[in-house]
């Protein structure tokens, strides 16, 4: 089961469950109805224009701003050039349902997340962490290290070679 929608000037192939990028679209109470279905299956190998009342309704997922584009204008020989960034901002839906001529399909819940731990326990268990891995390395490394002989090559072939004579 899938539809093809257009949104933001762009056409979408749908599934239920599928999270799609649109333009910034405004959301009421979290949820955005797609009205314009230009095609709709309902089953595996027909492809149908639906009639009026077809919707796609879907949740808001997302709210942010896309990568940044650089828009750079030049004019050779005219000593022109202009750099200008920018970011498009995107509304990431979810989609929750589609319905048209008294059928329904709607997506499978989603299973709920775990919370997450509190950022207090978080920071002390990775001071803990590093406090543990400094401890294994700092001794055993500095005396590894020190215990190496230096051999300083360069200054030696240095004071072997012969001085020019002018």
Do not use: C, W
């Amino acid at each position: 089961m899938y539809a093809v929608i257009r949104a933001g000037g762009r056409q979408f192939r749908v599934a239920p469950g599928d999270v799609i990028k649109v333009d910034q679209k405004p959301a009421e109470n979290g949820n955005v109805e797609f009205t314009d279905v230009l095609a709709v299956s309902g089953e595996p190998g027909a492809l149908v224009k639906p009639q009026s009342g077809a919707r796609v309704v879907g949740s808001v997922v997302e709210e942010g701003r896309g990568d940044k584009i650089l828009v750079f204008h030049f004019k050779r020989k005219k000593q022109y050039k202009k750099l200008q960034g920018h970011r498009q901002a995107y509304t990431a839906v979810r989609i929750t349902e589609i319905s048209f001529d008294g059928q329904k399909f709607t997506a499978p819940e989603l299973p709920a997340s775990k919370p997450k731990k509190e950022k207090k326990e978080m920071a002390s268990k990775q001071t803990g962490q590093k406090a543990t891995k400094k401890a294994r390395t700092g001794a055993e490394g500095k005396a590894s290290k020190s215990s190496k002989s230096r051999t300083d090559k360069g200054t030696a072939r240095a004071a072997q070679k012969p001085t020019k004579r002018k």
